[in-house]
């Protein structure tokens, strides 16, 4: 038994570095939101328009309730203020010396208030609010020469206390009304006059129902401007999302007007924009208007397309067609003439020679022409049970046989040793010629395209429903301009197009056209340390059809 070691038992760099790693990620996501980097998740347009009606619903009861909060409360310190000089005029009844008036009963002359009876008045003089208080202060005389006191609800006397005492007096004495803090007391309303015989006469009223009621008063406005938010938001959903329903079915119109193929074949535009979503007069009919215009023109022009592209397929089929007996006809006759029994200069033999193989690669061309506009066209295959492992046998080896400086090898480990009813290997069902064609164009192009000595392997795998079969060859790869359009026609990856290797620059896209019309996929990718791998994905065949047995193959068998 071998020991791991300390090795093996200390953490690996990327456990640990695992949850640091996603929190550096998740904090670099978020810095790049919040930079701009990244875009933000956008409102859609229904919810930006109930976001502005509740928005300006609570702007309109914010600015309601504060007006009227403001207004109910100068209303409220006007009548304090009124109650205030009231309460001040009543107390100077009381003193020595009342306060200079006008006297309008005496014939305008000043009037001297003197208070009745003669004793100090006492607390809480008659008419005065509770809370209310009120004292008079001799020249000279400090806040701790002064006793006052207030009246609670409960009838209970209550000194105040002579920080209060002294900020009242230190109020100036002009008879204008101030609002001030008395330490202990609370908020007040104070009035500070002189009397005639130079005294401080001192009226002060709390401003605790003003506070009380704009309190209330505040509370119920913002239930009120809640409930209205609320239910503007619930009637602004409702409203906006009826109002929006024909932008919705615009919509979905072009939603599934977009998920149609429109890239080939006949196309045919049947959907549109209902006629109740069209009405010019709105803003959304003005929209469905011009997207069922713009669909008659795509539709008008795709039927062109088609009928274009169903000509020149036509022509191209009939041409290839037509030429397939002059070919023949030409490659007949120059096999004659190079076997005349009459000797013939070498000038003459070579020319044969050309025109004999011109007119091969000739009517290999027009073959490959004439398949794909059968493909194109539609036309069905043939559809029997085909294992694709037997025919990557055959492929290599012929391709063997084809090219025997590079080296081939056959992968077959992909696949289950032992068939069972679930999984029937790499039977699919098909055109066993045209999958045969796919097999020797992909390896053909391996042959010709990579250098001599290069390893090319083709394997064939079974992974959950679908048959994979991959050609892998390390040769020098295809440029990456080159390889978006590989399987378009004609496509050679010389630039000189030169015609010693063969080929005709359509045997990709014949491969492509057979696998796509047996409802698989062809695709090119890079192979890992240089080189290309095709990829072949074709359906695999239910179980009821998998009928060819496979025999089991090794893993990696080398041609």
Known sequence: MTSAGPAARRPSATATAGPVARLRDRTTALRDRATGALPRPRWTLRRRL????????????????????????????????????????????????????????????????????????????????????????????????????????????????????????????????????????????????????????????????????????????????????????????????????????????????????????????ADRVPAADTDTATEVGSVGAALNRLLGHVEGALSARYASESQVRQFVADASHELRTPLASIRGYAELVRRLPDDLPPEALVAMARVESESQRMTALVEDMLLLARLDAGRPLDTEPVDLAMLAVDAVTDAHAAGPDHTWSLDLSGLPDDESADEPGAVVVGDDHRLRQVLANLLSNARLHTPAGTSVTVRVARRGSEVVLDVVDHGPGIPADLRDRLFERFVRGDASRNRAAGSTGLGLSIAHAVVTAHGGTLTVGETAGGGTTFTVRLPAAPPDDATIPTSPAPALVDA
């Open 50 to 269: 109930v976001a502005l009606v509740v928005a300006l619903v609570a702007v309109v009861a914010v600015a309601v309730g504060g007006l009227t909060t403001l207004a109910l409360r100068g209303s409220l310190v006007a009548q304090l203020d009124d109650d205030l000089t009231g309460a001040h005029n009543r107390f100077m009844m009381w003193s020595d010396d009342g306060p200079v008036g006008t006297g309008a009963a005496s014939g305008g002359g000043d009037v001297v208030l003197h208070r009745f009876p003669a004793e100090a008045p006492p607390v809480g003089l008659p008419g005065q609010e509770v809370g209310t208080v009120t004292f008079a202060a001799e020249p000279g005389q400090t806040a701790a020469d002064v006793t006052a006191a207030y009246l609670l609800r409960s009838g209970e006397q209550r000194v105040v206390p002579t920080e209060a005492v002294e900020t009242l007096l230190a109020l100036p004495h002009d008879g204008q009304i101030r609002e001030v803090g008395l330490a202990g007391v609370g908020e007040y309303r104070a009035l500070v006059s002189t009397t005639r015989g130079g005294d401080a006469a001192v009226t002060a009223m709390p401003t605790a129902t003003v506070t009380r009621t704009l309190g209330a008063y505040v509370l119920m406005v913002g239930v009120v401007a809640l409930l209205a938010v609320l239910a503007a938001a619930a009637a602004g959903l409702v409203l906006v999302r009826r109002e929006l329903r024909p932008l919705t079915r615009v919509a979905a119109t072009a939603a599934r007007v977009s998920r149609l193929p429109l890239d080939r074949g006949e196309v045919v535009l």
